[in-house]
Structure formats: structure tokens, C-alpha cells
């Protein structure tokens, strides 16, 4: 995705910063006309109609970012579309305002509508990097596919330690311990991926000198499949890491999504009554 670079993010841009030009444009103009504009001013209801019109348009995004087959333009353009709209309602929200804070519900809905703004930027940036990171961790495999592998060479490892040695079952168990994520491993991912213990030649020539002498093939073949399982776990858990903050990211754009049209259509109802609607 050209999101950050590329002459067609270079347009969208230009473009962007235009149309916000245009906006604050117009508001200058509108307090040269209208000096003692606020939200129940002429002035100060059409910003507001704009921005509930843009606030419908935003939620359009959500439907077709789902809509894989969709006709009507590519979802880079729907992205692109989607944050400067976004940049451009709190602008007129701010408009609408004429920069008198007294409403509570008036500040509420504009604190809400902060938090979607900020939140969307931060997600416009993760969807234009994450796929970057994700192809970087990938081993060429599905989460799916990683999944069976592991499994497989989970039961590999036990077949290898099957009827061994008491001090054999003791190397497999500790393998198999560094290798368990443990509870709430996804949400430890958040913080950074678990470090485990290295396979270096000295910690391999510990664990060979714990068996007995005929063991120790095997035991050399258990280190290395439980090697290969540790770099596909570590490859799996990188691509999990920045799934996770994606699901955070979306727990929290589109719940304050969601509130802020219930916030816009209780402040509009309430406007209306107040003016004798």
C-alpha cells in the first residue's frame, strides 16, 4: 500500500491539504460576515450539517472496507478518502462551535470525536504498515498452517522421548515448557514478544551431558526439532504481535465510532427542541 509514499499518496495529500485550506477559507470568511457566530448561529448550523453529513459519509468507509468486491474505487482511495474527511469534520465541528465550550454534551460529543480522529490516524498508519511487518515475520505460512506444523512437531518430540530415560523425560519437559505460551500469552504479545532461552552450543552440551551416552542421538535429534519449533513459534508470535495491537486499535476506533453517532444524533434532536422545532 502507498499510503506514506508514492506519487499517488503525494496527490491524495496535496488534495487533503486543499480541501482543509478551503475550510479554514471559508470559516475566515464566514466571521468577517458573521462575528458573533456560534452553533445556533446561521453560520454555525450549516458547519454543523456539514459535519453530521460527513459523520454519515465516515460510516460508509466501515461498509466497504468489507465489501472486497466492490466496484466503487479502490480501498486505498476509501482510506485516503476516510482520514482527510475525517481531519476535515473536526474542523467543522470546531467551526460549528465558534469556539465556545459551555455544552457538556456539546464538549462531549467533540472529546469523542477527537478520540475517533486521533485513533483513525493511528489505524490509517497501521494498515499502511502492518502488511510491511507482517510479510517481514511471515515464514511463508499461514497462522494456520504454522499452527498444524507446530503440532507436528510437538508429536515428533514426544515420539522421540517416548520410553526414554527419567533424565531424557526431564530435557523434553523443560523443552516443552519453553515452548508453552502460557496463560494470557496474547495479551503479553502486546508488550513485546517473549524472550526464550537460546540453543547455544553450550546449553546443548548440558542437556547432552544430563542423559546417558546412548541417548544422546537422540536427544541430539530432540534439540533439533525442538530448534525448528522454537523459530516457527517465534515467527508465529511476530505475526500474532501485530495482530494483537490491530485488535486493540479496532476496540477502540469503532466503539467511539459508534458513540459518537449516538453523541451527534442526541445533540442534534436536543438543539432542535431548544430552537422550537
Do not use: D, N
Given at each position: 500500500m502507498s499510503f506514506l509514499g508514492g506519487s499517488a499518496a503525494r496527490r491524495w495529500r496535496f488534495g487533503g491539504l486543499a480541501l482543509l485550506g478551503l475550510a479554514v477559507a471559508a470559516w475566515l470568511?464566514?466571521?468577517?460576515?458573521e462575528p458573533a457566530s456560534h452553533g445556533g448561529s446561521p453560520g454555525g448550523l450549516a458547519w454543523g450539517i456539514l459535519a453530521t453529513l460527513l459523520i454519515l459519509a465516515l460510516v460508509a468507509f466501515g461498509w466497504r472496507k468489507r465489501a472486497y468486491r466492490s466496484r466503487l474505487g479502490k480501498l486505498e482511495g476509501w482510506?485516503?478518502?476516510?482520514?482527510w474527511l475525517g481531519l476535515l469534520v473536526l474542523l467543522a465541528v470546531l467551526f460549528h462551535t465558534g469556539w465556545r465550550f459551555q455544552d457538556r454534551l456539546a464538549l462531549t460529543t467533540l472529546g469523542v470525536m477527537a478520540l475517533v480522529?486521533?485513533?483513525?490516524?493511528?489505524?490509517?498508519?497501521?494498515?499502511?504498515?502492518?502488511?510491511?511487518?507482517?510479510?517481514?515475520?511471515?515464514?511463508?505460512?499461514?497462522?494456520?498452517?504454522?499452527?498444524?506444523?507446530l503440532n507436528q512437531q510437538a508429536q515428533a518430540m514426544a515420539l522421540l522421548a517416548s520410553g526414554r530415560s527419567p533424565a531424557f523425560q526431564r530435557v523434553f519437559q523443560g523443552l516443552l515448557d519453553e515452548a508453552t505460551p502460557g496463560r494470557f500469552a496474547g495479551w503479553r504479545l502486546l508488550a513485546g514478544r517473549p524472550r526464550r532461552a537460546e540453543?547455544?552450543?553450550?546449553a546443548w552440551s548440558r542437556k547432552l551431558g544430563e542423559?546417558?551416552?546412548?541417548?544422546r542421538d537422540s536427544l541430539r535429534a530432540l534439540l533439533v526439532?525442538?530448534?525448528?519449533?522454537?523459530e516457527l513459534l517465534e515467527s508465529l508470535e511476530a505475526q500474532q504481535f501485530y495482530r494483537n495491537w490491530l485488535e486493540v486499535w479496532l476496540w477502540v476506533h469503532v466503539p467511539a465510532s459508534l458513540?459518537?453517532?449516538?453523541?451527534v444524533a442526541v445533540h442534534a434532536i436536543t438543539a432542535l427542541y431548544y430552537r422550537g422545532f
Open positions: 470568511l464566514q466571521r468577517r460576515l482510506l485516503q478518502v476516510h482520514l480522529v486521533a485513533s483513525g490516524l493511528v489505524g490509517a498508519f497501521l494498515y499502511a504498515l502492518l502488511p510491511r511487518f507482517l510479510t517481514a515475520a511471515s515464514s511463508r505460512r499461514t497462522p494456520a498452517e504454522a499452527s498444524a506444523q540453543a547455544g552450543e553450550h542423559v546417558p551416552p546412548p541417548e526439532l525442538s530448534r525448528q519449533h522454537q458513540a459518537l453517532l449516538v453523541l
